[in-house]
């Protein structure tokens, strides 16, 4: 416990405690000091305003600690990358995926690749350079290459995942889309339960595309609203319809909304998607949907309906999600990386190939290996994780 003074004038700022930690065990790798002071804005604000005018001490920028923990290598990129999932986990699942990955996790994996994937070139290097005139291998490096074809099946196993971590990293995207005033802004406010979207009489209301992030049931959704389904020739909601079709078509499930005869305007069918659910809406209205038979109704107004479509919903995300906590993979950046490391190991195993092609590629393999877990570090890669990062981590 310390009094912390203005050294100029001598007035106290703050009883606090402070802490010291001596690197290179710390978060950074550095030698580390901590002021744990009371949480008053103004409070905050003197202390800062004292430490700021020492000579040489400065605020940390977005990300700074972490980036400097990584460049002392306390931690590897994916793990960096995970404990951003952590700061943003929303649900269990969530959390349970990015600690195993800020601890590790896939860094582990694939460093254990890497080096039994140099181990491999260093044999088949050691031949180059005492190369005799025939490319024929020994038996060393048939060894070698052996391995290198055990590993690149690992690596084609792993990937195989049905994309479940990065899924469940990301949340189940559900895109709501019908017609104009069928009711989709409603939906997503009443599953929302707050006041999200604008709601009009108004056919066309909507033109850019919503997102929520929900936890349904335990599982992470994120929720779309878009514009209504129609034919019109204003440029600007000619626009949100052009939106509302692509984000429907990546979506992982679509809710196609079904208005009660003469509620809705211009029924425009929605392209084929494999994971549809029709939902007929103010159920409220006593409704007659016509030919277009729902699976489901719900009543924004009434809410009546809405927990039979969270239990649908919460169904379909266990279908998808599951199984993403203990995946390998949880971002597309990890999944090119590793096809990219797939790709040159199969191409270095290609009969009839010249010593110094197999080395390149698996040499290449390396390289991929490296970007996974920042071993090497282009700038913009660096730029694009640590961007995300919030001021103080
Ligand atoms: N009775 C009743 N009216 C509803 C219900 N849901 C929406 N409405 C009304 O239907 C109209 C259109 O609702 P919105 O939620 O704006 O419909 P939308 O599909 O988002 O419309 P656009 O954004 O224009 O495509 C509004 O007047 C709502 O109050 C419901 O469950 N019951
Ligand atoms: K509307
Ligand atoms: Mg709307």
Known sequence: MRTLCDPETGETLDQALVAGFAGPDTVTGEDLVEFHCHGGPAVVRAVLRVLTRAPGLRLAEAGEFTRRGFENGRLDLAAVEGLADLISAETEGQRRQAVRQAGGFIGGQVEAWRARLIQALAIVESGLDFADEDDVPDDGEAAAMGDIAALADELAA????????????????????????????????????????????????????????????????????????????????????????????????????????????????????????????????????????????????????????????????????????????TRERHRTELMEAERELWAALSDGLPAEARAEHLRRAGVAFGRLTGRIDPEEVLGAVFSTFCIGK
């Open 158 to 329: 792993a990937l195989v995942d049905g994309e479940r971590g990065e899924r469940l990293r990301r949340g189940l995207e559900v895109a709501i889309v019908g017609p104009p005033n069928a009711g989709k802004s409603s939906l997503l406010n009443a599953l929302a339960r707050r006041d999200v979207a604008i709601v009009t009489a108004t056919p066309g209301t909507t033109r850019d595309v919503l997102e929520v992030d929900l936890d349904l049931s335990g599982y992470p959704i994120r929720l779309l609203d878009t514009a209504g389904l129609r034919r019109t020739e204003d440029p600007i909601e000619l626009e949100g319809i052009r939106r509302a079709r692509d984000r429907a078509a990546s979506a992982d499930v679509v809710l196609v909304l079904v208005p009660p005869v003469g509620e809705g305007v211009s029924r425009e069918t929605f392209p084929d998607h494999p994971n549809v659910v029709r939902v007929g809406t103010k159920a409220d209205l006593d409704p007659d949907y016509g030919r277009d038979a729902p699976d489901l109704t719900v009543s924004a107004v009434s809410e009546r309906g809405l927990d039979p479509l969270i239990s649908r919903l919460g169904w379909l995300a266990a279908d998808q999600l599951s199984g993403g906590e203990d995946a390998l993979v």
